[in-house]
């Protein structure tokens, strides 16, 4: 079963550990993205963009900047930062 999401109708399929410092590799290629667009964007360790963090986090499924942009878009990614519920049995987040 999976968790309910916010708001009713979403589920969670899909979660993703981040540190609290996300380390971008400047010096790893991803597609799509060029050197001038980081600087463009100011990308560094405390800035990041949702398509670009996406292909980071999970690079098999967006494994281009357009792939990463395209799921913004139609509303598939949500993000919910926090606990997502309590837990009935211990009362504790979960």
Excluded: W
């Excluded at 399929?13 to 971008?24: C, E, K």
């Excluded at 980081?38 to 499924?61: C, H, S, W, Y």
């Excluded at 606990?83 to 211990?90: Q, S």
């Amino acid at each position: 079963k999976l968790p309910k999401g916010v708001p009713d109708g979403f589920y969670v399929i899909q979660q993703y550990f981040v540190p609290s410092i996300v380390g971008l590799d400047l010096t790893k290629t991803y597609d799509g993205i060029s050197s001038g667009e980081i600087e463009r964007l100011d990308i560094d360790n405390q800035n990041v963009t949702l398509p670009i963090a996406l292909m980071m986090l999970d690079p098999k499924t967006y494994p281009s900047l357009s792939r990463a942009r395209k799921a913004c878009r139609k509303g598939t990614i949500l993000i919910h930062r926090g606990p997502l519920g309590i837990d009935e049995n211990t009362g504790k987040e979960s």
